[in-house]
C-alpha cells in the first residue's frame, strides 16, 4: 500500500524551505503541534529519519535530502498533469538555475518575454557556479540550468543558447597584457571553485607555468569588478556583462586568445521536459 501522499510531502517540502516547524506552520495555517505530528507520522511510514537537530535548528538527514529531490520531481508532474489537461497553457512552478553573469545580462528580457506569453508559469530562479548548478539539476531540485563551457553533464540533455566572448580586466592603470606569463604574480579575482569561467582562465594560466600571487573569492560580480578596478588583481569575465553592468569604463579590458575568449552558455535538462520548460526552449530557438 502506498505510505506517500501530496499533502504530507507538501508539509515536508515546506519545513524544509521555510527552515523549520514555526515558519513552516505559519506559512501553510497550519498549528505547530500538526506540522510535527506530519512529519513524526510521514517518518514512521517510511521507516527513516527525514531530519537531525543541530543546535536550535533542524537540517535534513541524507534520507531526508534523498526524499526532496523525489519531492520537487513529483510536484513538478503534478503541476505538469494539472497543467496539460487545462487550457491556456503551462502552468505552474519552474524552477530554473543561471550563472549569475548570465542572469545579470542575457536573462531579463528574455524571462519578462517569457512572463508576457505564459503568465501562469511561476518562474523560480536560483544562481550558481557551473558545477553546483549541474549538481542541484542531477538532484531534480532544479528542473533546467544554464551553466557554461567547460563542463561535463552526464545523463543530461543541452542544448547551445547563448555565445560569449570572455575578456581579461584589470586596474586601468595596466596598459598592456599580451599573455598570461604577463599576470604572474598578481592576484586572481573569481567565483569559487565550481566555476567554468575560473576553470578556463586558471588552465590558460597553467598552459604557460603561471601561477597567481593568490586567489581572492567573491560571490558577485559587482564586488569583483569593483575590487579589479581598485588594482587589486585580475578576472575573467563576459563583455556583455560589463555592459549590462555599465563598468566598461571602470576597468581596462585586455582581449584573450581565441580558444580561451569564445564562450558557450547552455541549458542542460533531465529527458522530456515540462511543458513549461519546453515553451522556454523554444523561447530560446528563437
Given amino acids: 500500500m502506498r ?65 526532496l529531490s523525489y519531492t520537487q520531481r513529483l510536484f513538478s508532474l503534478a503541476d505538469e498533469a494539472e497543467s496539460r489537461l487545462k487550457e491556456g497553457g503551462p502552468m505552474g512552478a519552474l524552477r530554473i538555475g543561471s550563472l549569475e553573469s548570465t542572469a545579470g545580462s542575457r536573462l531579463p528580457p528574455i524571462l519578462s518575454r517569457y512572463h508576457r506569453q505564459h503568465p501562469g508559469v511561476v518562474v523560480e530562479l536560483a544562481t550558481g557556479t557551473t558545477a553546483a548548478l549541474i549538481q542541484r539539476v542531477n538532484n531534480f531540485e532544479l528542473e533546467a540550468a544554464f551553466v557554461s563551457e567547460p563542463f561535463t553533464a552526464p545523463g543530461l540533455q543541452a542544448m547551445k543558447v547563448f555565445e560569449e566572448e570572455l575578456v581579461l580586466i584589470t586596474a586601468k ?84 586568445p581565441a580558444r580561451v575568449r569564445r564562450n558557450h552558455t547552455h541549458l542542460v535538462w533531465h529527458g522530456t521536459p515540462s511543458s513549461a520548460l519546453a515553451q522556454l526552449q523554444a523561447l530560446l530557438a528563437d
Fill in 173 to 256: 592603470d595596466v596598459t598592456s597584457v599580451r599573455r598570461a606569463a604577463d599576470l604572474a604574480g598578481l592576484t586572481l579575482i573569481a567565483f569559487a571553485s565550481g566555476c567554468s569561467y575560473r576553470k578556463r582562465v586558471e588552465e590558460w594560466l597553467g598552459t604557460a607555468a603561471v601561477m597567481p600571487a593568490r586567489t581572492m573569492e567573491f560571490a558577485s560580480y559587482q564586488a569583483m569588478i569593483a575590487c579589479v578596478a581598485a588594482g587589486t588583481g585580475f578576472a575573467i569575465v563576459p563583455r556583455s556583462l560589463l555592459t549590462a553592468l555599465r563598468a566598461t569604463h571602470d576597468v581596462r579590458q585586455h582581449e584573450l
Fill in 3 to 67: 505510505t506517500l501522499d501530496l499533502d504530507s510531502l507538501e508539509i515536508f517540502r515546506t519545513v524544509v524551505q521555510e527552515g523549520g516547524i514555526i515558519r513552516a506552520a505559519g506559512k501553510l495555517n497550519r498549528v505547530q503541534s500538526n506540522v510535527t505530528t506530519r512529519i513524526k507520522q510521514l517518518e514512521q511510514r517510511l521507516g527513516t529519519t527525514l531530519f537531525r537537530r543541530q543546535g536550535r535548528s533542524i537540517v535534513l538527514s541524507p534520507e531526508g535530502e534523498l526524499l
